[in-house]
């Protein structure tokens, strides 16, 4: 975990040098989570601020590393943007104080970068409201989030979350929390997700750990659109992502959703992901089993997988998809695996027609999917990074 500050600092001639002597001598990194690794397997949005020894004093230069259908995150950063510290790891739902995650994360008004004094553990008693242009920027230290609810990110645009360990979230009965501008709001019913997006745009959720929660770790609903998921670690999970509010909502045809990077298990049994209406470009994950399946949907949505490496359970179903209702749905669907690798087993039946679910990503988006016997490498830091000096 870390934090990023200003600008991306140019790399000097003699750096530049001694990366690319240790690209060509460097031995292949593991699959370990967390562990320290050569720049030689970095994917693109690590290569892209990872190599920089002076992260911590330019921690904003993350904020140009996205791709897929976030873009890049640049309304997060430049002139005005608030550095704000948590000191405190209480919470108080309606009044927060200044120091506190929830402080920081829903009151500060603008741009907001947030990162943390030290390792802490911070258990939610309500869903904490995230607001528009905030970065919450775990690297550096270790930080648990736990609790009720866990991290809302409702009706807000240009959400940077990166580098926390989001676990073990309960469902809460209907509330009151503080949001934007101090103003009490009124939640219904929540599941106990670790994230979820409501009506929520240009969304960037990179690096974190996320399992064991009592509903699933990753909701992106109610018409969210230009997200990506990026070098997480989920696990230990029966639904782990689901994209798409319900069969009728369908303002979620719109939904485009970009997960790469990611690294699926072990013990998760569904979604990853299940779609409904929209669009998803699934590219260089690594599956580590499941047991009903691993990507799904229903309602006509596009789904391009690419270049995954989909390692089967030893027993049990090794068919990676799922789809419910596809013969009757009257909206087309497009359901496509290229490059992808089946170790074990795996399979994947395919639906719709050759090269159909195309991304049509714009300049900001757009990155090279690498080969799938690559995947091991790509991911083999996916999670919440130990960072010291370096990442």
């Not at 648990?144 to 609810?149: A, D, N, P, Q, Y």
Request: aromatic fraction near 8%; glycine fraction near 10%.
């Amino acid at each position: 975990m870390a934090s990023p500050r200003t600008m991306p600092a140019t790399i000097p001639c003699h750096f530049a040098l001694a990366f690319l002597i240790a690209v060509l001598f460097s031995p292949a990194p593991s699959l370990a989570h967390g562990s320290q690794q050569s720049p030689s397997g970095l994917n693109t949005i690590d290569q892209c601020w990872r190599t920089n020894p002076n992260w911590r004093r330019q921690r904003q230069q993350l904020a140009r590393c996205s791709v897929g259908f976030s873009g890049k995150m640049t309304g997060n950063i430049g002139k005005g943007t608030v550095r704000y510290t948590v000191t405190d790891p209480s919470d108080d739902p309606l009044r927060p104080r200044p120091g506190t995650l929830r402080y920081g994360a829903t009151l500060i008004n603008g741009k907001v970068w947030i990162t943390f004094e030290r390792d802490m553990t911070i258990n939610l008693q309500k869903p904490l409201l995230v607001s528009s242009f905030t970065a919450i920027d775990g690297r550096g230290v270790t930080v648990h989030i736990t609790g009720g609810g866990c991290l809302l990110v409702y009706k807000a645009t240009d959400v940077i979350i990166h580098g926390l360990y989001i676990h073990n979230c309960q469902a809460q009965p209907p509330s009151q929390v503080i949001g934007p501008d101090s103003k009490i709001l009124p939640l219904g019913q929540v599941d106990g997700d670790a994230i979820r997006l409501v009506t929520a745009t240009k969304v960037w959720i990179d690096h974190n750990t996320l399992y064991a929660c009592q509903d699933g770790l990753l909701d992106v609903t109610r018409g969210s659109n230009q997200v990506t998921i990026s070098n997480n670690w989920f696990r230990d999970q029966d639904k782990v992502m689901l994209l798409g509010h319900d069969d009728g909502y369908i303002r979620d045809r719109n939904m485009k959703v970009t997960i790469v990077y990611n690294h699926f298990g072990p013990n998760c049994n569904q979604r990853m992901p299940r779609v409904r209406h929209g669009y998803a470009h699934v590219a260089n994950n690594l599956y580590q089993g499941w047991e009903q399946y691993a990507i799904g949907g229903s309602s006509g949505p596009s789904i391009k997988s690419e270049a995954n490496l989909f390692i089967a359970p030893k027993g049990g179903n090794k068919e990676v998809t799922w789809r419910l209702g596809s013969h009757a749905s009257k909206t087309a669907w497009s359901f496509y695996s290229v490059g992808d690798v089946f170790e074990n087993g795996a399979s994947f039946r395919k639906k719709g027609r050759l090269g159909g679910a195309k991304p049509h990503y714009n300049k900001q988006q757009s990155f090279t999917v690498a080969d799938a016997q690559s995947v091991r490498s790509l991911t083999s830091s996916s999670g919440v990074l130990k960072c010291s000096r370096t990442c």
